[in-house]
């Protein structure tokens, strides 16, 4: 029952000044961020890529309040994407964006979110690889999938995210398992009302599976972002049922959360790509994963006490 609690207060300005300036919060944040700047996450691409792994980069942040925050969101994604291209990185990462971070939430944000994000799209393409647009709470997807639509009309390799919990996504996974697509299926992580979404684990689950064979058994790219053994074991069969091959679909897991299974994963000839996350907005992205196991809740607490 904590994970709502943290859900809610992942939305809270007093939680986030606490959090922020808690002793300790930067040795728990930084199991799950991979370093605040570009310069720091280098390393960690290179040294996935050594270990057979590709990553998709987040440069965290969302909810901005003003168009020069999201002019600045995607400038920090355009210089990333000059750094890939500079040490020729760019076919081993793709960047994954959050349009709330380029200005969805604001007044005219769909047009705004779109302007800001068509140049990151563009730019990725330049070096060989592409954006995924990540899935925020319900209110914000009937945008993001109109501005995904309008961005495959010129790089019909943008992908997508589609949250098992959501009522909705059965039918936007029929549409969108079409040829080309490219789509990652998560158990999403916001707090959603009973209106909307199943809140029993068991039904996300069963939601997650009959999903998945949909994109399986569909002609689009499906991303398997999930750390669940059984899903996992379960994507690899319905993979195998489709007929499909191991480079026909990838699993997709967070930075920091079961490295060993990335590990496994590869050396068994999947496509493994880790979500890896960076920059200095880090509260949400890191409650959310506080939320999702709320162990982490009793680790974070330990090292605040012993600080
Ligand atoms: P769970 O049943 O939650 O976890 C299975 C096991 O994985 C747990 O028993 C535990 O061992 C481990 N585990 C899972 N989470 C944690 C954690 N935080 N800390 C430590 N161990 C953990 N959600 C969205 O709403 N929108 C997105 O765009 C989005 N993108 C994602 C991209 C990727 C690549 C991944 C992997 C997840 C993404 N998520 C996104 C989050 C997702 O919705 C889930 O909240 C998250 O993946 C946990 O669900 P799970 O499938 O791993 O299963």
Redesign the pocket.
């Known amino acids: 029952m904590l994970g709502p609690v943290i859900l809610a207060a992942s939305r809270s300005d007093k939680m986030r000044r606490f959090v922020s300036a808690a002793p300790g919060t930067k040795q728990v944040v930084g199991r799950f961020i991979a370093g605040e700047t570009v310069e720091q996450v280098i390393p960690i691409i290179e040294d996935a890529a050594d270990k057979g792994l590709e990553v998709?980069l987040d440069v965290v942040g969302e909810d901005i309040t003003t168009p020069e925050q999201a002019a600045a969101a995607r400038d920090a994604y355009l210089e990333l994407i000059g750094r890939l291209e500079d040490l020729g990185l760019g076919t081993r990462a793709e960047m994954?964006v959050k349009l709330s971070m380029f200005g969805q939430a604001l007044e005219g944000g769909h047009e705004l979110a779109l302007a800001n994000v068509r140049p990151v799209v563009e730019a990725a393409a330049a070096i060989g690889t592409t954006v995924t647009l990540?899935?925020?709470d319900h209110t914000t997807l009937d945008s993001m999938f109109a501005i995904h639509e309008e961005l495959r009309r010129s790089h019909p390799q943008t992908g997508c995210?589609i949250?098992a919990y959501l009522f909705r996504t059965e039918e936007d996974a029929r549409r969108l398992a079409a040829a080309g697509s490219r789509v990652?299926i998560?158990?999403?992580?916001?707090k959603e009302p009973a209106s909307v979404a199943y809140q029993d684990?068991a039904e996300i689950d069963k939601a997650y599976v009959r999903i998945l064979r949909t994109l399986m058994d569909g002609e689009g790219y499906p991303m398997i972002?999930?750390?669940?053994p059984r899903?996992i074991a379960i994507a690899q069969e319905l993979g195998r049922k489709a007929g499909r091959k191991l480079d026909e679909y990838e699993f997709?897991?967070?930075y920091g959360?079961?490295s060993e299974e990335h590990i496994r994963l590869a050396a068994e000839g999947h496509r493994m790509r880790v979500?890896t996350a960076y920059g200095t907005d880090w509260y949400g992205y890191f409650m959310?994963?506080l939320a999702?196991?709320p162990a982490?809740l009793l680790f974070f607490g330990r090292s605040i006490l012993t600080k």
């Open positions: 998709t994954s990540d899935a925020e995210v949250q990652r998560v158990k999403g992580a916001y684990k972002g999930s750390h669940d899903l997709q897991m967070l959360i079961r979500y959310r994963r999702e196991k982490n």
